[in-house]
């Protein structure tokens, strides 16, 4: 029988312990792919890149819970990475300059996704979680007056479709006169209904991408035969562009018509509205800000006002639980869109607005700071209301 120092035995064994722990760590991982763990949390970040004709990859899934996206954008635009659920709700709207990147931790419960790349007519990626997620956040306020809030909302909201077919249909019928300047007297007064409940005609991005994107959006800009919808005729009527105005007109028509169908059969949860309200500010103030939006008829101001507008709804709706759940941000907010009010108002005229080629460089900077503060604002209700916040 060989006599074993007893040294050397627990020296040994501890080396074998060090070693199981290091073959252990480098096992088999089920974040390695990109799918989410057992746990319910991402092992490492789902890589997408934005290209010029949408998603890469087309296909993603995960485990449930927070799910971590390594976002890049190469498409040559300012590109949107927009997560929809199959509700419909928007989960996350996140604006990237051409060549930038981000990451962005995203609470997704198990079910199916949509992912936009850049714009609505993009190639979409589709996007699988499974296992039960996270809970819902619990609520704080009083279910039902926040039932009754959001009862208001989809009121006005069914109210806003109704006035935006009916006043499409003017300008529209204008366009197929030939009545140009009409068209163009009533161009800015279609945008407004469309403008203020934007955040809820984006739950639907195949009814947003006919009706309102922009040329940039597509690959030929102006001259590409996708380019449809509000700012197709947009061009048409200010800038003078080679299109056929009447076939715009008819699809537009038809559109709005498919967009309010769908509305009139959505249910609107709360965190809709709440989270809406931030988004629909935020993009304002990153995107519209520029003058981009309505680039042909200088009309920037008056959608400016129905974003303003629009989200001032919600939160009118939802001031009085917010008064009470936080009411430091009640009032935040109550000055706050008095600010970006008092701006906009420098502007106005006995008709409306001037246009936005009028409005100083200095102001257009005082509005993109005091709106980007207004969404800051506006992303803290849902949390206050223990509503789900977008990330």
Known sequence: MVRRDNRSWVGALAVAFALMLILGACGDDSGSSGRGGASGASNAPLALTMTENGCDPTSLSAGAGDVQFAVTNESGLKGEFEIISSTPEIVIEEFLDDGASGTFKVPLK????????????????????????????????NQAELAAAVTS????????????????????????AGDTTKAKQLYAQVRIPWEQIEPVAELFPDSDAVIDSRADDFPK??????????????????????????????????????????????????QVMTNGAAAL???AAQTKITGEEERYSGTDLVTLQANVDGANKVFTLVSPLLATSNK??????????????????????????????EVSEADRAKLKTSMAELSELLSQVSGSLGLQVNQ
């Open 281 to 283: 500010i935020e993009e």
């Open 110 to 141: 198990a079910g199916q996704y949509q992912v936009i790349c850049g714009a609505p007519s993009n190639t979409r990626a589709d996007l699988v979680i499974s296992g039960e997620g996270e809970a819902a956040p619990g609520t704080s306020v």
């Open 328 to 357: 430091q941000l009640n009032d935040d907010l109550t000055a706050q869109f008095a600010k970006v009010q008092a701006t906009l108002d420098s502007y106005k005229t006995s008709d409306g607005f001037e246009s936005y080629g």
């Open 221 to 270: 800009a102006e001259q590409d035969p996708s380019f449809t919808g509000f700012h197709a005729l947009e061009y048409g009527l200010f800038a003078g562009g080679s299109v056929d105005m009447p076939t715009l007109a008819d699809k537009l028509d038809s559109d709005i018509q498919a967009l309010i169908a769908n509305v009139k059969a959505l249910k609107i949860q709360p």
């Open 153 to 176: 909302y989809q009121g006005f909201v069914l109210d806003q479709t109704e006035d935006l077919a009916t006043s499409t249909k003017s300008f529209t019928d204008a366009v197929r």
